[in-house]
C-alpha cells in the first residue's frame, strides 16, 4: 500500500477551500470540483482495499507529532470505500437537484467538508483526530441540515440534532482521558495494544478501565445512531434538503456502528458496556419499527425506519457480532440512499400517473386493505414459517462458522433473524394468490438465496475486518453468563411464537376491534402515546424552556454583567 | 495586599463575582473596536499582574475550592448565555466563561507562561464578534438577533464571519479553544472532568441558540450594507491565522 492512500481524506477537503475561495461564483466549475475529488478519493480508497487483501498489512501513517494520524487497517479502507461511494452518488445526485436552491457553491463545499472529516473520523489512529473529526461531523451537518435559511424549522431541527450530538461528544471526551491517562498514549494502535498485554484491567473509580470506557463509548454510539432516549432529532432532521437526508441517514447515524468496531479491543474486556448496548439496541429496534407504522409523514416514517435499522445495528454490536454491523450498516447505508433519492422521482411517478400502481403487496401492506381470502391452510403456513428459517439459518451458520455457533451471540443472533424470515413468510401467506404454493416455493426460494448469501459475506468480512481470536472473544465478551443459551431462547421462543398466535387469532376473531370497543379510553391513550412519539421530545422542549427562563432571570438579576 | 491583588487578578482574568467588573469595563467601552481592544488588553494584562505575584503569596489559587470557583464561574457565564439575543452581551459572556478557565493553569502550577497565549484562544474570537456587533450597530443601529429574522440573506460576510467567530469560542476543533480546552482537562484530574464536559455541553446549546438566530429566518426590516471586500478579507484573515496558529503549534496549545 503506497503513499497514495492519504490522499483520500485530504481531496475533498482540499476542493472544498478551493470551492469557498475561487469558485464561489462559479456553480458549475465548483459542482465539478466537488464530485471530481470524491470520485477520486472513491477510486484511490478502493484500489488502497484492493491493494490490503492482496499484502494483507496495514499502517499508521504520521502526519504531526501529536495528532493527525492515519490508520490503514480493513476498518477504515472499507469505510473510506463505503464513505466516498455513498457521497458520490450524493454529490452525482446534488449537481442538478440543488442548481436551483440558493448557495449552490457553499452546499459542495459543506458536503465536501463533511466527507472528509468523516474519511479523517474513520480513519483516525490518534484520539485528538478521533475526537475532533467526531465533533466536527456534528458542526457541520448543522451547516447542512440548515441549508435553507429562511426557513426557522430547519434551523430549530438543525439545532436539536446539534445538541444532541453534542452530549453525544461529552462521554467520548470522557473516555479518551481516561484511556491517555490510563495508558498514557494518544496512538490508538498503542493503547489497544497495552490494553491487551496488561495482565488485569487497570481500575478507575472503582471500575475496570474497559468498562467505563466501553460504557462511554457507547453511549457516544447511542446519541450518534439515534438510539432511545436520544432519538427525537433524527425524525425531524428531514426539513434538510434531500442529499443530506440522503447522506446523513446513510453514512453519518450509523457511525455508531463504526464507533464499537474502533473500540472493539476495548470491549473484548467490557461486557457490561455490550450488555447495555444490546437492551438499548433492542429497546431502539422495537420503538423505532413501531413509531415508523403510525407515522402519517412518508419522510419521518423513514426517520424511525433508520432508528429501528440502527437499533438492529447496536443490537449485533451488543452480541458481539461486529463485523455484522458493519456488513448492516454499509447495506442499511445503499439501500436508505437509494430510497431518500428515489424520493423524487416515486413522487413525480404518482403525480404523473392517475393512482397508485395496483400491487398486491402495496394494496395489502400500505393500504392495508384486506385481501382474497385464498391461503394455505393454517398448520401448514405455521409450521413452513416456524421450521424452514430455522433450518436454513442453522445449517448456513453451521456450514460456515462452527467456532462461533456455539456462542451465546450467534443463538440470539439466528433467532432474530429466524423471527424475522418467519415474519416475512407469515406476512406472504397472508398476502395470499391463486396459487398459493408457488408463491410459498418463491418465497422460499428467495429466502434461502438471501440466507445463504448474507452468512457467506458477514462471515468473509468478520474474517477480514478480525482474526478469528478476537471475533470469539468479543462473542465470549457478549455473552451474559446468567441465562442458559437455552432457557434464554425458550423464553423468546414463546414470547415471539405467542405474539404470532395471538396476532392470527385477533385477525380471524377480529379481537382488535372488540378491544378497542371495550377498551376505548387506555386505546386512545396508548395511541396519543404513541402519536406524540412518547412524549419525549415535549419533555425535552419543556426542559429546555425552563432553562432558558432560569438563564433570563440570572440575566437580569445580574444585570447583564 | 495579596487579597487585593487577586480580587484585582480576578477583575482582568474574569472569574465570578470580580468578573461582573471585567463585564462591565468592556460593556460601558465605546464602539466596538474599543470593547476589542479591552477584551484582548485586560486578561494579558491579568496574567502579567499575576505573574508578578509569587505562588506562595495566594495559596488560595492552588486550592481545590478554587477550581471549584472556577468551574462554576465557567458554567455560569455560558448558561447565562443561551438566552442572550445580543452579539456584543453573547460575546463578552462567552469570553467570561472561556478565560476563567485559564486559571486552571496557575492553579495546577503548569507554567504562567501558557496563560498568556491560552487566554488569546477566547479573548481573539470574542473581539472579533465585538467589532462585527459594532459595524452591525452602526448600520442598523443595533446588533439583536431574532428580532428581524435571520440576518444570512441580508448581511451574508458579517453572518459568515460572525459564525465562524462563534465557532471559534466555543472550543470547535481546528480552532485555538478546542486545543486550550485539551490542556486545561489535560492537567486536571479525572474529577474535574465532569463540570468541564457540562461546560462544553453549555457553551454547544449557547452557540445553538446564536446562530439559530443570527441565521434563520425571512429577515422583514430594512436592509442596510454588508462588509466590504476588505474588511471582509481582514477577518477571514485573523480567523485562517487562528487556525493555522492552532494546527502549527498544537502541541503547545495541548501540552502534552
Keep these: ?561 | 495586599m495579596e487579597w487585593l491583588e487577586l480580587v484585582l487578578v480576578g477583575m482582568l482574568l474574569p472569574v465570578f463575582p470580580a468578573s461582573v467588573v471585567f463585564n462591565a469595563v468592556i460593556r460601558w467601552t465605546p464602539t466596538g473596536w474599543g470593547k476589542a481592544a479591552a477584551m484582548i488588553l485586560l486578561p494579558e494584562v491579568g496574567v502579567a499582574l499575576l505573574s508578578s505575584i509569587s505562588s506562595a503569596r495566594v495559596p488560595l489559587v492552588h486550592s481545590r475550592g478554587w477550581i471549584v470557583l472556577v468551574a462554576f464561574s465557567a458554567l455560569l457565564y455560558a448558561f447565562r448565555a443561551i438566552s442572550v439575543r445580543e452579539i456584543s452581551i453573547w460575546a463578552r459572556l462567552m469570553a467570561t466563561s472561556g478565560l476563567g478557565l485559564v486559571w486552571i493553569f496557575e492553579a495546577t502550577h503548569r507554567g504562567r507562561d501558557v496563560m498568556a497565549v491560552a487566554v488569546l484562544a477566547w479573548s481573539v474570537p470574542a473581539a472579533l464578534l465585538l467589532v462585527l456587533a459594532g459595524l452591525l450597530t452602526e448600520r442598523s443601529g443595533g446588533a439583536y438577533l431574532g428580532l428581524q429574522g435571520g440576518l444570512a440573506r441580508v448581511v451574508p460576510r458579517i453572518s459568515s464571519l460572525a459564525t465562524l467567530s462563534a465557532l471559534a469560542l466555543v472550543a470547535t476543533p481546528l480552532f485555538p479553544s478546542f486545543f486550550a480546552l485539551l490542556h486545561v482537562i489535560g492537567v486536571l484530574r479525572l474529577f474535574w472532568l465532569w463540570p468541564l464536559l457540562l461546560v462544553l455541553l453549555v457553551w454547544g446549546w449557547s452557540l445553538g441558540g446564536f446562530l439559530q438566530q443570527l441565521l434563520f429566518g425571512s429577515y422583514s426590516g430594512e436592509r442596510f450594507p454588508d462588509l466590504g471586500t476588505l474588511a471582509t478579507s481582514s477577518g477571514a484573515v485573523v480567523l485562517s491565522l487562528l487556525v493555522v496558529s492552532a494546527v502549527v503549534w498544537s502541541g503547545a496549545w495541548i501540552g502534552i
Design chain 1, 1 to 561: 500500500m503506497d503513499t497514495t492512500a492519504i490522499a483520500v481524506p485530504f481531496l475533498p477537503a482540499l476542493s472544498a477551500v478551493l470551492i469557498l475561495t475561487v469558485l464561489r461564483a462559479n456553480k458549475r466549475l465548483a459542482a465539478r470540483a466537488a464530485v471530481s475529488a470524491i470520485a477520486l478519493s472513491f477510486l484511490i480508497s478502493l484500489a488502497a482495499l484492493l491493494q490490503y487483501t492482496i499484502s494483507g498489512t496495514s499502517r499508521v501513517e504520521t502526519l504531526g507529532h501529536l495528532w493527525g494520524s492515519i490508520w490503514l487497517d480493513p476498518l477504515s479502507l472499507i469505510m473510506w470505500t463505503f464513505v466516498s461511494g455513498i457521497s458520490l452518488l450524493v454529490h452525482m445526485y446534488s449537481v442538478r437537484y440543488m442548481l436551483e436552491e440558493p448557495n449552490y457553491t457553499r452546499f459542495f463545499a459543506l458536503l465536501n467538508l463533511m466527507t472528509a472529516t468523516i474519511f479523517f473520523m474513520v480513519s483516525a489512529a490518534d484520539l485528538i483526530t478521533l475526537l475532533g473529526a467526531w465533533f466536527l461531523v456534528g458542526i457541520l451537518l448543522y451547516f447542512l441540515l440548515g441549508h435553507d435559511t429562511d426557513r426557522r424549522q430547519a434551523g430549530r431541527y438543525a439545532f436539536w440534532t446539534q445538541l444532541t450530538y453534542r452530549l453525544g461528544d461529552l462521554p467520548l471526551w470522557l473516555a479518551a482521558f481516561v484511556l491517555y491517562r490510563t495508558y498514557h498514549s494518544l496512538s490508538l494502535p498503542v493503547i489497544f495494544s497495552r490494553i491487551a498485554s496488561a495482565p488485569s484491567p487497570a481500575h478507575l473509580w472503582g471500575l475496570p478501565v474497559p468498562a467505563v470506557v466501553g460504557t462511554a463509548v457507547a453511549v457516544a454510539a447511542f446519541a450518534r445512531s439515534a438510539q432511545f432516549p436520544l432519538h427525537g432529532w433524527l425524525p425531524y432532521t428531514m426539513d434538510g434538503p434531500t442529499p443530506v437526508s440522503a447522506l446523513m441517514h446513510a453514512g453519518i447515524v450509523n457511525a455508531g456502528g463504526f464507533l464499537f468496531n474502533r473500540f472493539a479491543p476495548v470491549f473484548e474486556s467490557s461486557g457490561v458496556a455490550l450488555h447495555i448496548a444490546f437492551l438499548v439496541g433492542l429497546v431502539s429496534a422495537i420503538l423505532g419499527s413501531s413509531l415508523m407504522l403510525i407515522q402519517n409523514d412518508v419522510k419521518r416514517s423513514l426517520g424511525y425506519s433508520t432508528m429501528g435499522q440502527m437499533g438492529f445495528m447496536t443490537m449485533e454490536c451488543g452480541l458481539g457480532a461486529f463485523p455484522l454491523a458493519i456488513f448492516h450498516l454499509i447495506a442499511h447505508g445503499f439501500f436508505k440512499a437509494s430510497l431518500f433519492l428515489g424520493a423524487g422521482d416515486a413522487i413525480g411517478d404518482a403525480r404523473a400517473h392517475d393512482g397508485v400502481p395496483p400491487d398486491l403487496v402495496y394494496v395489502s401492506i400500505v393500504e392495508r386493505r384486506p385481501t382474497r381470502p385464498s391461503r394455505l391452510p393454517l398448520w401448514t403456513a405455521g409450521a413452513l414459517t416456524l421450521a424452514v428459517p430455522v433450518v436454513v439459518l442453522s445449517l448456513a451458520h453451521f456450514a460456515v462458522a462452527k467456532a462461533l455457533f456455539f456462542q451465546q451471540g450467534t443463538f440470539v443472533l439466528l433467532f432474530f433473524a429466524w423471527v424475522t424470515g418467519g415474519q416475512a413468510l407469515y406476512a406472504a401467506d397472508r398476502l395470499t394468490r391463486t396459487n398459493p404454493w408457488k408463491l410459498m416455493v418463491g418465497i422460499l426460494a428467495t429466502f434461502v438465496l438471501v440466507v445463504i448469501g448474507y452468512t457467506l459475506i458477514s462471515h468473509d468480512f468478520g474474517a477480514f475486518l478480525y482474526p478469528p481470536a478476537a471475533s470469539t472473544r468479543l462473542y465470549h465478551s457478549a455473552s451474559t453468563g446468567v441465562l442458559s443459551d437455552g432457557v434464554l431462547l425458550t423464553i423468546l421462543a414463546l414470547l415471539f411464537v405467542s405474539g404470532w398466535v395471538v396476532t392470527v387469532l385477533s385477525d380471524r376473531r377480529d379481537w382488535s376491534r372488540r378491544l378497542a370497543r371495550r377498551w376505548n379510553g387506555p386505546y386512545l391513550a396508548a395511541y396519543a402515546f404513541f402519536t406524540r412519539e412518547l412524549y419525549l421530545n415535549d419533555l425535552f422542549s419543556r426542559a429546555g424552556e425552563l432553562l432558558v427562563r432560569v438563564s433570563r432571570r440570572l440575566n437580569l438579576l445580574l444585570r447583564w454583567l
